[in-house]
């Protein structure tokens, strides 16, 4: 036996075609039907002008002698007919004369009369009506028409059917029988693929492959179908990974907003909160509340920078932001109940716009700057202390000085008399002399001091450190020292001391030593809290959640924190000392840049200065990414310096062109809904949960007069306008039974029949209504939508129609009678 797998799907159908008896079946017995019927209705056509043409002669002197009795006595023989349902004769002018109806048929039937020169018979779907002229000496008096019923022809046509079918089941049980023996070659190769295609529809398995087994088409597919799955598996696996990395990114980005240190909100078009960050939260110390606009200001406490002055509701950042407006680094002072003590902060607002430049939010970022206000207040009172201390020590020691140079004997009312305390020494370190000073800083008078050696009054732990200091001077015969150091005071408190040592020689022996000492605790105090003050300032600039940079006038890096070594992947050592413009500002900046920094520096103005921007900058890996810029200039010693303000928002204007793109999806997703509600031929209504109309089409408005208000959402409430009853118009229909209502309730509901009559009009509209609950991903309802369909018309048209049957019915009825 030849093997069939091999040769060609072409020559498989051949052979099948050898083997289609049941489809040449078929079309004998169709020909054979139509031939069967060309010949009754043949038949019929000769006998049935043979009636007229008889009923013709024998009305030709009734028509002569106008008597209808005649004419109606010859129709009336017809009756042995049963197939003739209505026969008329028309006299010259086409008037009836005579007519005979059969019972049961139609009285009232009346013919088409055709014209002379057409044929003399007429076949519809279920009658024959003839024609016959009725002549006398060549001339045309009359007319005949018959109308046949054709219930023998549908009786013959049934008989051949059935015999057909008979002949066509036995055809196919044949043909069935011979595609069983070659269903191995080609049938069960096809069936293997459709199986193979459905099981991998129901189990979505792109790893199942069609085994294959021979060369013919149906293999050539299987190879390609598996070729196919190859493709698909591979992809299927490339979508699953990216959307694993989409997952991650959404999570990073979650987590990114929860964790970041500036304080986030988002608001809807409503003015309703939807997004709030932990750090918004912990920064004005209460969360978000389902509260009014007008009541945002006074219930989280925003004041005026001047802390007195609460905010107007319109001057809000986010309500200017909800208003379309944009505001950047509006300074605001928080307290309320959670924060009693009050906070500084600086706000950022942005609208939040769909594609049509809509807006439907807005965006607020808070960055606390309380810590930084007090430090800048803190260091400024201590410079200003430290300043004023400076210029009055400075002014004192400049006159004394002065005063010495001049008068030599004023030398020892001076010393007597300044603050200061002046004493000398012996080369040993023993008191010689001290002026009255002493007191007021030791809490000794000269007497008790005199005598004494010097390290007495010097704290125990400096001791060793004031002896090698001053031992050091003695040997190397240094002739004047500055030195700092803390003493005891007779009451044991303890101060520090500045000390200027000069030694007193006699050629080049060294006799002693005449020594000035200051008080300098204060200046130790607010030195010490001008570090503390600098140790803070450096954690802030240290911990910052941007990144900061710190340049000089000459456009040089002197300040780098972490974050600016995170963002842009240089480390402080790399960066210091280095033109900033060589390093992060892209080609086609760097020549603005240049140019804004030479005109700030002789003007004071710059387009970017104390202003936030969006721009890109350069990575050291040379990458160009966006970031979120302010720079603000400061003076330090009359020369300029520049703090730059810098967050990496790459992550931020990803997320909004992937929203940009989303929204996009959204809104031709809303057009083609909108396309298909406005087209379809019901009214379709949607309510939330309060029964706010969310959507509706032009046929609810139709229907019931409610339509969907974007602005102002109506709710749905049908006993106001309308009454409603059960289909028999009298019994009241439960408001609460309404499908919408149900549906709210979680209850599905299908073509419940209602009326609804208008209150004001007393219209009446008879409606099908079908509802349904939406429920989402937690088994909440959160709207429920109705299906409702107007079938009064239909309704009209249906009692019409029973009103004209039973008119029919009865006119029937009577003629019988």
Known sequence: MMNLRNISIKNKLVLMQVFTSAFVLGLCITAFVLIDIKGFKDRKVVSSIAIAQVVGFN????????????????????????????????????????????????????????????????????????????????????????????????????????????????????????????????????????????????????????????????????????????????????????????????????????????????????????????????????????????RWAETYGFFMPDTRAIFNTNELPLVKALNGEEVDNMEIFIQNYKKPEGLSVIVTARPLKNLAGGITGGVLVIHDITE???????????????????????????????????????????????????????????????????????????????GKHFSEIVAPEWRDRVAEFYLNQFKNKIDETLFSFPILTKSR??????????????????????????????????????KESEGQLQTIFNEAPDALIVINDEGNIIRWNPQAEKIFGWSLVEVIGKHMSDLIIPEQYKENHIKGFQNFLKTGEGPIINKTIEITALNKKNEEFDIELTVSPATILGKYIFIAFIKDISLRKKMENEKKEADKLVHLNELKLKLILENIGEGIIVTDSQKRIVLSNHMAEEIIGIKQDTEHPTTLDWSTKYDLYYPDEQTIFPAQNLPLEKALKGESTDDVEIIIEDSETKAKKRVIISGRPIIDE??????????????????????????????????IGFKKG
């Open 59 to 294: 009305s030709v002197s009734a028509l002569e002698f106008l008597d209808n009795a005649a004419a109606k006595k010859i129709l009336s023989e017809l009756t042995v007919q049963n197939d003739i349902l209505n026969a008329t004769i028309l006299d010259k002018k086409g008037t009836v004369f005579a007519s005979y109806t059969k019972p049961g048929s139609n009285p009232k039937y009346r013919f088409s009369v055709p014209a002379m020169d057409q044929k003399s018979f007429l076949f519809t779907n279920e009658n024959l009506f003839v024609y016959n002229k009725i002549i006398k000496d060549n001339k045309t008096i009359g007319l005949v028409c018959i109308r046949f019923e054709l219930s023998e022809l549908n009786k013959i046509k049934m008989a051949v059917l059935r015999l057909g079918i008979v002949l066509l089941i036995v055809g196919i049980g044949l043909a069935f029988l011979i595609a069983m023996i070659i269903k191995k070659y080609i049938s069960k190769p096809l069936l293997n693929l459709v199986t193979v295609i459905q099981q991998i529809k129901d189990t979505g398995d792109y790893k199942t492959r069609m085994v294959i087994e021979g060369k013919d088409e149906i293999s050539i597919l299987s190879l390609g179908l598996n070729d196919m799955l190859e493709n698909i598996e591979k992809r299927d696996n490339e979508v699953a990974q990216s959307k694993e990395q989409l997952n991650k990114q959404n999570t990073l980005l979650q987590s990114v907003i929860q964790n970041m240190g500036d304080g986030l909100i988002v608001a809807d078009e409503n003015r309703k909160f939807i997004l709030w960050n932990a750090a918004g939260e912990r920064i004005i110390g209460i969360g978000p509340m389902d509260i009014p606009i007008d």
């Open 372 to 450: 930084r206000k007090n430090s800048e207040n803190e260091i400024k009172k201590l410079n200003e202390e430290l300043e004023r201390k400076v210029t009055e020590r400075t002014a004192q020691l400049a006159e004394a000085i002065e005063t010495l140079r001049k008068s030599e004997e004023k030398y020892r009312e001076i010393v007597e008399n300044i603050s200061d305390v002046v004493h000398t020494s012996d080369y040993k370190g023993y008191f010689t002399y001290i002026n009255p000073a002493c007191k007021k800083l030791t809490g000794y008078i000269q007497n008790e001091i005199i």
């Open 778 to 811: 937690n088994n909440y309802i959160i709207a429920a939508v109705a299906n409702i369909k107007d079938i009064t018309y239909y309704k009209e048209l249906e009692v019409a129609l029973e009103e004209s049957e039973q008119k029919y019915r009865k006119l």
């Open 493 to 530: 408190e303890e101060k520090w001391v500045e000390q200027t040592v000069m030694q007193l020689r006699e050629g080049n022996r060294i006799t002693g030593h005449k020594s000035i000492m200051r008080d300098i605790t204060e200046r130790k105090a607010a030195e010490q809290k001008l």
